[in-house]
């Protein structure tokens, strides 16, 4: 097509009966070749350019998918061993504290106050409820989103159960908020987190995200709870089999 759009622009001049042979001199036969040979080459080229960056698209997604695949195999394996420990652990002073059945105040209408849902997840952050499950369930909707980088689901209970458990295989913890943004139609939380999980070994887990919190226009509560881990899939499951080297995950 790109040869014929090219030919499309050379304007040819009116002939004369004693011109008509002259148009095809030997130079303007050379140019034309030489306009052929251009056009080929570009057409080569950028078929070899498109299969390249095809072949380049396809391989990312597929190590992308691998990473996936790795980080939600992890993900269920913890939540497993989180369970199983649960088990053989009695419940912590921590879980025991009285704020997760806290009610929070509404209006007439059942609308809770977004300021108080607000300072509520603060105080949460305080008490590492990533970590601990002790988080004030009457701030969250029962089928509020639960989404992180390695699964999705609905469901307040299973979020508090996933958190406790994860906890039991936590050895020492650390959980700052470092920042809160409001928007018109959620608010952020930006943290810092770091832990050492009770395995032989000791790996640390050390990074930084943040959580997007929607609310529920109804009720007020959160409806919806996305975080965003601030370190690259594969270096999460790197940092679970590296022995920690007696360092400590505080700070």
């Avoid at 105080?123 to 089928?143: C, H, I, K, M």
């Avoid at 989103?145 to 390695?150: G, S, V």
Wanted: with cysteine.
């Amino acid at each position: 097509m790109a040869t014929f759009t090219t030919f499309a622009s050379i304007r040819i001049p009116s002939l004369q009966s004693g011109d008509q042979h002259s148009i095809f001199r030997p130079k303007i036969t050379q140019k034309i070749n030489k306009l052929l040979r251009c056009n080929a080459e570009n057409s080569t080229s950028n078929s070899s350019n498109n299969t390249s960056t095809t072949s380049t698209s396809t391989s990312s997604q597929e190590s992308s998918e691998s990473d996936n695949l790795l980080l939600k195999m992890a993900w269920y394996g913890s939540e497993f061993l989180g369970i199983a420990a649960s088990f053989f652990r009695s419940p912590t002073s921590t879980e025991a504290s009285p704020e997760g059945s806290l009610e929070l105040a509404a209006d007439e209408s059942g609308l809770v106050d977004h300021a108080l849902v607000v300072d509520t997840i603060k105080d949460d952050f305080q008490r590492s409820y990533f970590v601990t499950g002790n988080l004030t369930l009457n701030a969250y909707e029962e089928n509020c989103e639960f989404a992180d980088p390695a699964s999705s689901f609905k469901g307040l209970s299973r979020f508090k159960r996933n958190c406790t458990n994860f906890g039991y295989l936590v050895e020492t913890s650390n959980m700052k908020l470092m920042k809160w943004e409001d928007f018109e139609d959620k608010a952020i939380g930006h943290w810092r987190f770091s832990c050492i999980l009770s395995f032989p070994w000791k790996p640390i887990l050390s990074a930084t995200g943040y959580t997007e919190y929607y609310f529920n226009e109804k009720s007020g509560k959160v409806c919806r709870h996305i975080e965003h881990w601030n370190v690259p899939k594969m270096a999460l499951l790197k940092q679970i089999i590296r022995p920690s080297r007696g360092r400590k995950g505080s700070g």
